[in-house]
């Protein structure tokens, strides 16, 4: 499936709302697509939110191709990514997303697996 292009307005709220709900902590999922739109979060059973990293357990990853990357927050107001943020963009997926405080629709960034910053259409 190709990369997604573009993102559900309704979805980019929710993500900075659950980011805010984890505040200090960090809050992840993953991230699934139709065609070329980003659409649904998955949470994963067993994730673990820490006050400077968050745990995906990967090997709960259901088979599914629609999944396209993984979205986290950081409790901080920088949504660059880190060499551990790096480091799991290059294990799955095209597109990666960073919430950074204070969560709303100008804190957020997008990228691709090299950690090249890519822009997402928002659709409302």
């Known amino acids: 499936m190709p990369p997604p292009t573009a993102i559900r307005g309704e979805l980019l709220d929710l993500i900075c709302e659950c980011s805010r709900d984890q505040h200090p902590y960090e809050f992840a999922a993953v991230l699934r697509q139709e065609g070329n739109i980003i659409t649904e979060l998955l949470p994963l059973p067993g994730g673990v939110a820490g006050d400077e990293h968050a745990i995906l357990?990967?090997?709960?990853?259901?088979?599914?191709?629609?999944?396209?990357?993984?979205?986290?927050?950081?409790?901080?107001?920088?949504?660059?990514?880190?060499?551990?943020?790096?480091?799991?963009?290059?294990?799955?997926?095209?597109?990666?997303?960073?919430?950074?405080?204070?969560?709303?629709?100008?804190?957020?960034?997008?990228?691709?697996?090299?950690?090249?910053?890519?822009?997402?259409?928002?659709?409302?």
């Not at 901080?76 to 997303?97: C, E, M, V, Y």
């Open 57 to 124: 357990p990967l090997h709960m990853l259901p088979v599914d191709w629609s999944i396209c990357g993984v979205v986290h927050s950081h409790p901080i107001p920088d949504n660059r990514w880190s060499d551990a943020d790096l480091h799991l963009f290059q294990k799955f997926g095209t597109t990666h997303i960073i919430s950074a405080y204070p969560y709303d629709r100008r804190s957020w960034a997008s990228y691709n697996f090299r950690g090249e910053p890519i822009k997402l259409e928002i659709i409302d």
